[in-house]
């Protein structure tokens, strides 16, 4: 059966209320609560420090990248205007502090794009019918992939976790790392091959 | 539309940001074509299963020591901001 692809999630009842909650969170803060601050940092850190670990893969590094984005949220936030969703501006902040912590890490310039196999599946039809059942009831597949994305190599594993995890459009994502468009859309491709590839390995017991 | 074309376009599809003129003859590929429609459909369970893993648990503590580690970053930088309320000081 055809189905639509996902796109932007549409709003469902719980993260109307996680924003109606953010508000009210938002307003304590650019009023200058800490205490309200505190738990702005408690309700959001995992997301900065996933975004961290998933760019960075490095637990100290990763609750640099906390830290750091907290500060400029505190900074900042008196002209946080609520376009986006708390937890996506925050993530965008990590993101971009990840961004500057590899630049300032890379003392060589850029190497040429790894290799990551072939473009197409050999057998796209018979393969995934295993693995798309276990999807949504599998807490292991969970861990493959997140073991998968972080053997991805950086070129391919940032665009990822900006692309599935943060939900950043392909502009966004070119602007970010300084690439461009069809770039991103080369990377992301290859990187979703390399995924699938190792879901596929892992339900066929070849990891 | 042939599957090398449909490929290239496989990624706009998926992010939501296909150009509408493109949408009907990507449709009928993937009607007619069970290889591209089963790469869509890889492609969306891998995506729909990085953006539901990726976010790292912490427990309760770390994420109170973590806010307790920022919050003191921000006292050492500006120790006045943000400050709560001195009630002695507070206006009447």
Redesign the interface.
């Known amino acids: 059966m ?2 639509e ?4 999630q549409p709003m469902n009842l719980a993260s109307l209320e996680a924003r109606a909650d953010d508000r009210a969170l938002l307003r304590a803060v650019q009023g ?4 309200a ?3 702005l ?2 309700l959001h ?3 900065a ?2 975004v961290g ?2 760019m960075l893969r490095n637990e100290q590094d990763a ?1 640099d990248i ?2 750091q984005t ?2 400029n949220v ?1 900074r900042s936030i008196a002209d946080f205007r609520g376009e986006a969703s708390l937890a996506s501006w925050i993530g965008r902040i990590a993101t971009n502090n990840a961004l500057m912590r590899l630049r300032t890490r890379r003392r060589k310039p850029e190497e040429p794009l790894p290799e990551l196999g072939p ?3 050999e057998h ?2 018979v ?2 019918a295993p ?2 059942d276990k ?1 949504h009831e599998n807490a292991e ?3 493959q ?2 073991r998968a ?1 972080a053997e991805l190599p950086e070129p391919y594993r940032l665009v ?2 900006m ?3 943060q ?1 950043m ?2 502009r966004e994502i070119a602007d970010a790392l300084e690439i461009s468009v069809p770039n991103v ?1 080369t990377r ?2 290859r990187a ?1 091959l390399a ?2 590839q190792a ?1 596929l390995d892992y339900v066929h017991g070849r990891a | 539309m042939n599957c090398e074309e449909m490929s290239a376009h496989l990624i706009d599809l998926l992010q939501g940001e296909l150009p509408p003129d493109l949408l009907a003859a990507t449709r009928q590929h993937l009607q007619a074509c069970p290889c591209c429609t089963a790469l869509q459909m890889s492609f969306m369970g891998v995506r729909a299963l990085v953006h539901r893993s990726m976010e790292t648990p912490l427990t309760a503590a770390e994420r109170a020591q973590l806010a307790e580690t920022v919050l003191s970053a921000i006292s050492l930088e500006d120790p006045g901001v943000g400050a709560r309320p001195d009630p002695m000081t507070r206006p009447r």
Request: glycine share 6%; aromatic share 10%; no cysteine.
């Open positions: 055809l189905q692809p996902e796109g932007r200058g609560d800490r205490e601050f505190a738990r940092v408690e850190s995992a997301r420090y996933s670990m998933s609750r906390v830290q907290f500060l505190w473009d197409r599946p796209p039809v393969d995934w693995i798309a999807l597949l969970g861990l992939i997140q994305v990822v976790v692309a599935d995890y939900e459009s392909m859309k992301l491709h979703r995924l699938r879901l």
